[in-house]
Nanobody, 122 residues
Framework: QVQLVESGGGLVQPGGSLRLSCAASGSILSINSMGWYRQAPGKERELVATISSGGSTNYADSVKGRFTISRDNAKNTVYLQMNSLKPEDTAVYFC????????????????WGQGTQVTVSS
C-alpha cells in the first residue's frame, strides 16, 4: 500500500506563513496527482490545492494568490507554501494522492494522510 507522511503544521499569527510537506512512499508505480484538503470545525472537507504529474495546478478561490503548491517528483513529495494566513485558514490539513500502484495488483487508488493542524490566531 501507500503511506503519506505530513509535516509542517502549527500555530501562527495572522499574516504569517507556514509550509506543509507530504511525502508519499510504498508500492507506487507513478503518481497521477497530489494535493491538499482541509476541514475546519463544523464544516465539510474542502479542496485547497492540487497539482498533477504534468504540473497543472488548481486552487480554491479563498487561497488563490496566497498559497502555492509545488512538488519534488524525485522525492514523491508535495508542498504547500501558505502566506498571508488568516484565522479563516484554521483547519486540519490533509494530504491526498491518486497513484498507480502495483501491489497487491495494478490499479489506481486514492490515499489520504493523517492530517496536520494549522491554527492561525493572535
Amino acid at each position: 500500500q501507500v503511506q503519506l507522511v505530513e509535516s509542517g503544521g502549527g500555530l501562527v499569527q495572522p499574516g504569517g506563513s507556514l509550509r506543509l510537506s507530504c511525502a508519499a512512499s510504498g508500492s507506487i508505480l507513478s503518481i497521477n496527482s497530489m494535493g491538499w484538503y482541509r476541514q475546519a470545525p463544523g464544516k465539510e472537507r474542502e479542496l485547497v490545492a492540487t497539482i498533477s504529474s504534468g504540473g497543472s495546478t488548481n486552487y480554491a478561490d479563498s487561497v488563490k494568490g496566497r498559497f502555492t503548491i509545488s512538488r519534488d517528483n524525485a522525492k514523491n513529495t508535495v508542498y504547500l507554501q501558505m502566506n498571508s494566513l488568516k484565522p479563516e485558514d484554521t483547519a486540519v490539513y490533509f494530504c491526498h494522492t491518486n497513484v498507480f500502484t502495483y501491489s497487491p495488483k495494478f490499479q489506481s487508488l486514492d490515499y489520504w494522510g493523517q492530517g496536520t493542524q494549522v491554527t492561525v490566531s493572535s
